[in-house]
C-alpha cells in the first residue's frame, strides 16, 4: 500500500503546532508535485525565516509572489523577510504592493510606515501609520512607531495627542505615559519608570551600537579618560559598570579591573554586552537596587548616560556611595540643563532624557557623602545634527 502523501493543509497544521521539521517535508513533497504551488512557496518561507535562515527564505518568497502575484499576505510576507535580512528598499516595494492589493489591511500599512521610517522617509512613514490607526483604532504598535516618528520630526503637540489616545486604548502604559509627561511638560515624574527603560532598550538593543556610531557616541571614551588621569591602569579594582548597556565602557576600563560587573535593567542590552566577553559579572537588576546589595565592594563606579534617566539624583548617588568603599571612585555624564530654558535643578526633555544642572549634581553628589567634585563639560554625541553637551563629573567617596 502507498503511503498517503501529505497535503498543504497537513504541512500547515504541523506548522502552527510546531512541528517545524515535519513541516518543512511536507512542504517539500508538496512542492515536488507542485512546484509553483504559491501558498506552499509562501509557508515554507515564513517557515525558513521562523529558523533562522532569512537569505533562503527571501528566495522561497519571491518564487511565491511570481507564482501568485495577487496575494497581498504573501507580498507582506516577503516584506517582512526583506527588512529582517537588511534589503530596505526591496522591502518598501513589497510593502507597497501590499497596500495596493489590501488597502483596508491595518498591518500593511504598518509594514509601510515602519519601512519608510526606515529608509529616511519620516513624513510618509507617519502618513502611513495615520492610516494604519485610521482603519483600526487602537492597533498599538502603529501608536508607538507613529509617536517615535513624530517625536524625530519636532511635531510634539500632535505626538501628544497619539500618546493620549495610546492611554485611551491602553491605560497606564508606561512609554505613553512618560513620553506624554516629556511632551508636555505636564505630570513629570522624578525618575523615568523602570518598565519605561526596560521596554526602550529592549527595543532599541538590536540597533543600538549602530545607531549611536551614527551619532558619534563620546559618554564612554569621556569617561574611560577621565578615570584613566585618576588611576593607574594595573588590573587591580573591582570596577562597576553601572547601566552597562550593550558594554561600551566595559573595554575602556577593563585594563584596570581586576573583577568587572555590568549591571542593567534591560536583558537584551546584557546580552549584547555579554557577547563582549570582558565583563566578569553581568546582572539584570535595577542599578541602585543593585548597587545598594552590594554594599563597600567596588573601587571604582562608572556609569555612562545612565542617569539621564533620573531626575532626582539622590538615591542612584547615594546607591553608589554605598557601594563604593571609603575613597572609592565616581565618574559619571549627565546631560546639561540649558540654564536658559529652565533654572530648575532637572528637566525632562522632549526626547524622554532629564537634563541637569552643574550646581544640583554638585549638590546632589555632595549629599550622598562624595568629596573632591570636578564637573568638565563635554560634547556627549550628536543627535539631530547638534551637539548634545553634558557634565562629565567625578567624585570621590569619603575616606573611613
Known amino acids: 500500500m502507498t503511503a498517503r502523501q501529505p497535503t498543504l493543509q497537513s504541512a500547515i497544521e504541523a506548522h502552527k503546532g510546531g512541528r517545524f521539521v515535519e513541516a518543512e517535508a511536507a512542504y517539500r513533497s508538496v512542492l515536488q508535485r507542485q512546484p509553483d504551488n504559491a501558498d506552499a512557496l509562501n509557508f515554507l518561507g515564513m517557515l525558513t525565516a521562523q529558523t533562522g535562515k532569512p537569505e533562503a527564505a527571501v528566495d522561497l518568497l519571491q518564487r511565491s509572489v511570481t507564482a501568485d502575484s495577487s496575494n497581498p499576505h504573501a507580498w507582506l510576507n516577503f516584506g517582512n523577510v526583506l527588512l529582517l535580512n537588511g534589503e530596505k528598499e526591496r522591502a518598501l516595494e513589497a510593502f507597497e504592493k501590499t497596500t495596493q492589493l489590501a488597502p483596508k489591511l491595518p498591518m500593511a500599512w504598518f509594514n509601510l510606515g515602519v519601512c519608510l521610517g526606515r529608509v529616511r522617509r519620516p513624513d510618509e512613514a507617519a502618513s502611513a501609520l495615520h492610516q494604519a490607526l485610521k482603519l483600526e483604532p487602537g492597533y498599538l504598535p502603529a501608536y508607538i512607531s507613529l509617536a517615535t516618528l513624530l517625536h524625530y520630526l519636532g511635531n510634539y503637540t500632535e505626538a501628544a495627542e497619539v500618546y493620549r489616545e495610546w492611554l485611551a486604548h491602553d491605560p497606564g502604559n508606561p512609554m505613553a505615559t512618560h513620553l506624554l509627561a516629556a511632551a508636555t511638560g505636564e505630570g513629570t515624574p522624578t525618575r523615568a519608570n523602570d518598565e519605561y527603560v526596560k521596554q526602550l532598550f529592549d527595543d532599541f538593543a538590536g540597533s543600538f551600537d549602530e545607531n549611536l556610531t551614527a551619532l558619534k557616541y563620546r559618554a564612554p571614551e569621556l569617561i574611560a579618560a577621565r578615570l584613566g588621569a585618576a588611576i593607574p591602569a594595573d588590573g587591580t579594582r573591582e570596577i562597576l559598570d553601572a547601566g552597562c548597556g550593550t558594554g561600551w565602557v566595559g573595554p575602556l576600563v577593563r585594563p584596570m579591573a581586576r573583577h568587572l560587573v555590568g549591571v542593567d535593567l534591560s536583558k537584551s542590552m546584557i546580552e549584547k554586552a555579554r557577547a563582549r566577553a570582558v565583563y566578569d559579572e553581568l546582572v539584570v537588576e535595577e542599578l541602585s537596587q543593585f548597587m545598594r546589595s552590594r554594599p563597600n ?25 554605598r557601594c563604593l568603599r571609603p575613597g572609592g571612585i565616581l565618574v559619571f555624564t549627565v546631560e546639561r540643563l540649558d540654564p536658559a530654558v529652565s533654572d530648575g535643578p532637572y528637566r525632562l526633555e522632549t526626547h524622554g532624557r532629564y537634563s541637569h544642572s552643574e550646581g544640583y549634581v554638585r549638590e546632589a553628589a555632595a549629599g550622598a557623602g562624595f568629596m573632591a567634585i570636578t564637573s568638565e563639560t563635554q560634547v556627549l554625541r550628536r543627535e539631530r545634527g547638534r551637539d548634545v553637551v553634558g557634565h562629565l563629573v567625578l567624585c570621590k567617596a569619603q575616606p573611613a
Open 297 to 321: 565592594t567596588f573601587d571604582v563606579v562608572a556609569s555612562a548616560d545612565t542617569l539621564v534617566y533620573f531626575g532626582a539624583l539622590e538615591e542612584p548617588l547615594a546607591a553608589a556611595r
